[in-house]
Protein backbone atom coordinates (compact mmCIF):
# COMPACT_ATOMS: atom_id res chain seq x y z
CA UNK A 1 0.00 0.00 0.00
CA UNK A 2 1.33 3.43 -0.73
CA UNK A 3 1.27 6.08 1.73
CA UNK A 4 0.44 9.47 0.46
CA UNK A 5 0.68 12.37 3.12
CA UNK A 6 -0.27 16.07 1.50
CA UNK A 7 1.30 19.10 3.53
CA UNK A 8 1.15 22.82 3.25
CA UNK A 9 -2.19 24.75 2.15
CA UNK A 10 -3.86 27.44 4.23
CA UNK A 11 -5.23 30.69 3.11
CA UNK A 12 -4.74 33.61 1.35
CA UNK A 13 -5.76 36.94 -0.17
CA UNK A 14 -6.43 37.18 -3.75
CA UNK A 15 -3.65 37.28 -5.79
CA UNK A 16 -1.64 35.45 -3.38
CA UNK A 17 0.48 32.48 -3.79
CA UNK A 18 0.56 28.95 -1.39
CA UNK A 19 2.59 26.22 -2.04
CA UNK A 20 1.42 22.57 -1.25
CA UNK A 21 3.53 19.43 -0.98
CA UNK A 22 2.85 15.56 -0.99
CA UNK A 23 5.04 12.83 -0.19
CA UNK A 24 4.62 9.38 -1.02
CA UNK A 25 6.01 5.90 0.01
CA UNK A 26 6.12 4.30 -3.47
CA UNK A 27 8.55 4.65 -6.34
CA UNK A 28 5.36 5.73 -8.58
CA UNK A 29 5.67 6.88 -12.02
CA UNK A 30 2.26 9.08 -12.33
CA UNK A 31 1.43 11.85 -9.85
CA UNK A 32 -1.79 14.29 -9.49
CA UNK A 33 -3.26 17.16 -7.73
CA UNK A 34 -7.19 17.28 -7.61
CA UNK A 35 -9.42 19.64 -6.06
CA UNK A 36 -12.93 19.19 -4.52
CA UNK A 37 -15.26 22.24 -3.79
CA UNK A 38 -18.42 21.47 -1.64
CA UNK A 39 -21.28 20.61 -3.39
CA UNK A 40 -18.53 19.77 -7.10
CA UNK A 41 -16.89 17.32 -8.30
CA UNK A 42 -13.27 16.18 -7.56
CA UNK A 43 -11.42 17.64 -10.86
CA UNK A 44 -7.90 17.27 -11.65
CA UNK A 45 -5.64 20.44 -11.30
CA UNK A 46 -2.16 19.35 -12.55
CA UNK A 47 -0.66 16.41 -13.41
CA UNK A 48 3.44 14.97 -13.89
CA UNK A 49 4.54 11.47 -15.23
CA UNK A 50 7.91 10.31 -14.81
CA UNK A 51 8.75 13.53 -13.52
CA UNK A 52 8.73 15.50 -16.25
CA UNK A 53 6.01 15.67 -18.09
CA UNK A 54 3.05 17.70 -16.82
CA UNK A 55 -1.01 18.29 -17.78
CA UNK A 56 -2.61 21.44 -16.80
CA UNK A 57 -6.77 21.48 -16.44
CA UNK A 58 -7.57 25.40 -18.25
CA UNK A 59 -8.57 26.39 -15.25
CA UNK A 60 -5.34 26.61 -13.63
CA UNK A 61 -2.93 26.88 -16.28
CA UNK A 62 -0.51 29.44 -16.53
CA UNK A 63 -1.02 30.21 -12.60
CA UNK A 64 0.05 27.17 -10.96
CA UNK A 65 3.35 24.68 -11.46
CA UNK A 66 3.43 20.80 -10.92
CA UNK A 67 6.85 19.47 -10.00
CA UNK A 68 8.72 16.82 -8.30
CA UNK A 69 11.83 17.09 -6.06
CA UNK A 70 13.19 13.90 -7.02
CA UNK A 71 16.36 14.22 -4.23
CA UNK A 72 13.00 14.08 -1.72
CA UNK A 73 10.91 12.47 -3.71
CA UNK A 74 8.23 14.74 -2.96
CA UNK A 75 5.65 16.23 -5.61
CA UNK A 76 5.17 20.24 -5.03
CA UNK A 77 2.16 22.19 -6.89
CA UNK A 78 3.26 26.02 -6.56
CA UNK A 79 0.15 28.17 -6.85
CA UNK A 80 0.63 32.00 -7.84
CA UNK A 81 -2.30 34.29 -8.56
CA UNK A 82 -5.05 32.59 -6.87
CA UNK A 83 -8.60 33.30 -7.16
CA UNK A 84 -11.62 32.97 -4.65
CA UNK A 85 -13.24 30.12 -7.00
CA UNK A 86 -9.38 28.09 -6.70
CA UNK A 87 -11.26 27.36 -2.87
CA UNK A 88 -11.34 24.02 -2.26
CA UNK A 89 -9.99 20.89 -0.25
CA UNK A 90 -6.89 19.71 -2.74
CA UNK A 91 -5.81 16.10 -2.79
CA UNK A 92 -2.71 14.64 -3.64
CA UNK A 93 -2.94 11.13 -5.71
CA UNK A 94 0.05 8.38 -7.54
CA UNK A 95 -0.09 5.48 -9.71
CA UNK A 96 2.77 3.27 -10.76
CA UNK A 97 1.62 3.48 -14.51
CA UNK A 98 -0.69 6.08 -16.35
CA UNK A 99 -1.05 7.60 -19.96
CA UNK A 100 -0.72 11.27 -20.82
CA UNK A 101 -3.98 11.37 -21.39
CA UNK A 102 -5.08 10.00 -18.04
CA UNK A 103 -3.17 12.31 -15.65
CA UNK A 104 -6.30 14.42 -14.91
CA UNK A 105 -8.67 11.51 -14.59
CA UNK A 106 -9.62 10.34 -11.40
CA UNK A 107 -9.71 6.84 -11.85
CA UNK A 108 -6.08 6.48 -13.06
CA UNK A 109 -5.06 7.06 -9.70
CA UNK A 110 -5.33 4.13 -6.97
CA UNK A 111 -3.66 5.77 -3.90
CA UNK A 112 -4.71 9.31 -2.43
CA UNK A 113 -3.72 11.29 0.30
CA UNK A 114 -6.73 12.34 2.86
CA UNK A 115 -6.61 16.22 1.23
CA UNK A 116 -5.69 19.78 2.39
CA UNK A 117 -7.54 22.29 2.71
CA UNK A 118 -6.83 25.78 0.36
CA UNK A 119 -8.92 28.89 1.36
CA UNK A 120 -8.49 32.24 -0.92
CA UNK A 121 -10.38 35.29 0.17
CA UNK A 122 -11.74 38.12 -1.82
Known amino acids: QVQVVESGGGSVQAGGSLRLSCATSGNTVCMGWFRQAPGLDREGVAGIMSDTYTKYSESVKGRFTISKDVANDTLLLQMNSLKPEDTAMYYC???????????????????WGQGIKVTVSS
Open 93 to 111: ATSYGCSTSDLLRRNAYPY
